[in-house]
């Protein structure tokens, strides 16, 4: 049997006679899971979420990945800082509130924002997105997601290194540095936010989609399509959140300065290889999160808003 694609119909010669299956298909290729479409990008289920659902949405998966990644992490953040690693759960979970609400907030603002970018990309029509425009919407979104990403983990790891209060911690900050100073790090933020988001809504699902049409099975498909996303993700932006973190950690600037100051003292310390510290734990992170954050986002609209998945099976 072997089946001939005409006008969006499969007809299937066997035999010597003509079976007529309707399909869906325009061309006889393998169908992608509703799973890996709703992650994708225009025409797909989640586009019929409005922006007040998607932010729910958002702040729930980034609640779920930190309460289970925080960990990794602390250890992240202490390995790109020369601190000592630990396995005191007081101090792996030192933070986790201001990381719990900086993880949430923006995950609630990553999923809208990318949203309205694709809007803008279709121009409010039904198609689906360009693999460049999977990528690009959720690039875009994050990057200015990182307006609010920057004081909330500059505060978090103002905690982590001084164990300071969640209420006191702003507090110091803005007497150390005044009100501007908790943007410290901003252009290092939302560069290392777009390319995160566009790893976890673009690279990952756009990867799962591309495993799919050679034939995997799905859950194989979106687990390669999280490494893969994770490890391109946390490469191409370690850099930025090295030099993020490490300015963060220092407020009063008595070893990094200006981006430029603190490229420039971590490339005289250990020269590029500097750029990568705790590269292993931020990657493993983000290969986790983007397989966390990819099957929350796709089930927990369902769960929550489930009239917009009636059509279904």
């Given at each position: 049997?072997?089946?001939?694609?005409?006008?969006?119909?499969a007809?299937?010669?066997?035999?010597?006679?003509?079976?007529?299956r309707?399909?869906?298909?325009?061309?006889?290729?393998?169908?992608?899971?509703?799973?890996?479409?709703?992650?994708?990008?225009g025409g797909?289920?989640?586009?019929?979420?409005?922006?007040?659902?998607?932010?729910?949405?958002?702040?729930?998966?980034?609640?779920?990945?930190?309460?289970?990644?925080?960990?990794?992490?602390?250890?992240?953040?202490?390995?790109?800082?020369?601190?000592?690693?630990?396995?005191?759960?007081?101090v792996?979970?030192?933070?986790?509130?201001?990381?719990?609400?900086n993880?949430?907030?923006?995950?609630?603002?990553?999923?809208?924002?990318?949203?309205?970018?694709?809007s803008?990309?279709?121009?409010?029509?039904?198609r689906?997105?360009?693999?460049?425009?999977?990528?690009?919407?959720?690039?875009?979104?994050?990057?200015?997601?990182?307006?609010?990403?920057?004081?909330?983990?500059?505060?978090?790891?103002?905690?982590?290194?001084?164990?300071?209060?969640?209420?006191?911690?702003?507090?110091?900050?803005?007497?150390?540095?005044?009100?501007?100073?908790?943007?410290?790090?901003?252009?290092?933020?939302?560069?290392?936010?777009?390319?995160?988001?566009?790893?976890?809504?673009?690279?990952?699902?756009?990867?799962?989609?591309?495993?799919?049409?050679?034939?995997?099975?799905?859950?194989?498909?979106?687990?390669?399509?999280?490494?893969?996303?994770?490890?391109?993700?946390?490469?191409?932006?370690?850099?930025?959140?090295?030099?993020?973190?490490c300015?963060?950690?220092?407020?009063?600037?008595?070893?990094?300065?200006?981006?430029?100051?603190t490229?420039?003292?971590l490339?005289?310390?250990?020269?590029?290889?500097?750029?990568?510290?705790?590269?292993?734990?931020?990657?493993?992170?983000?290969?986790?999160?983007?397989?966390?954050?990819t099957?929350?986002?796709?089930?927990?609209?369902?769960?929550?808003f489930?009239?917009?998945?009636?059509?279904?099976?």
């Open positions: 049997t072997r089946p001939v694609t005409r006008f969006g119909t007809v299937y010669l066997s035999g010597g006679r003509q079976t007529l309707h399909t869906t298909l325009l061309h006889s290729t393998p169908r992608r899971s509703r799973h890996t479409e709703t992650m994708g990008g797909d289920a989640n586009s019929k979420l409005s922006a007040l659902e998607l932010t729910a949405t958002g702040f729930i998966t980034g609640t779920i990945e930190v309460v289970i990644l925080q960990p990794m992490l602390y250890c992240k953040n202490a390995t790109q800082q020369g601190l000592p690693l630990t396995l005191n759960p007081a792996l979970y030192r933070g986790i509130a201001v990381s719990i609400g993880m949430a907030t923006l995950t609630s603002l990553q999923l809208p924002l990318t949203g309205a970018v694709k803008v990309f279709t121009g409010g029509t039904d689906q997105l360009s693999d460049v425009e999977k990528i690009g919407a959720p690039a875009i979104g994050g990057a200015l997601s990182g307006f609010a990403c920057a004081p909330m983990e500059l505060s978090m790891i103002q905690q982590q290194r001084f164990g300071s209060s969640l209420v006191a911690t702003p507090g110091i900050i803005v007497g150390e540095l005044g009100i501007t100073g908790m943007w410290r790090g901003l252009l290092m933020s939302c560069g290392r936010e777009g390319i995160f988001t566009a790893g976890y809504l673009g690279m990952g699902p756009v990867f799962s989609g591309k495993l799919q049409d050679q034939g995997w099975a799905e859950v194989s498909s979106k687990l390669g399509g999280s490494i893969c996303g994770g490890i391109i993700a946390a490469s191409l932006s370690h850099p930025m959140d090295t030099i993020k973190t300015m963060q950690g220092d407020i009063k600037r008595e070893k990094y300065g200006s981006v430029s100051q490229f420039g003292t490339m005289k310390e250990a020269g590029p290889k500097a750029f990568f510290r705790g590269w292993a734990w931020r990657t493993g992170r983000m290969c986790c999160a983007m397989g966390i954050m099957e929350c986002s796709y089930r927990i609209p369902k769960l929550l489930p009239h917009h998945y009636t059509e279904e099976k």
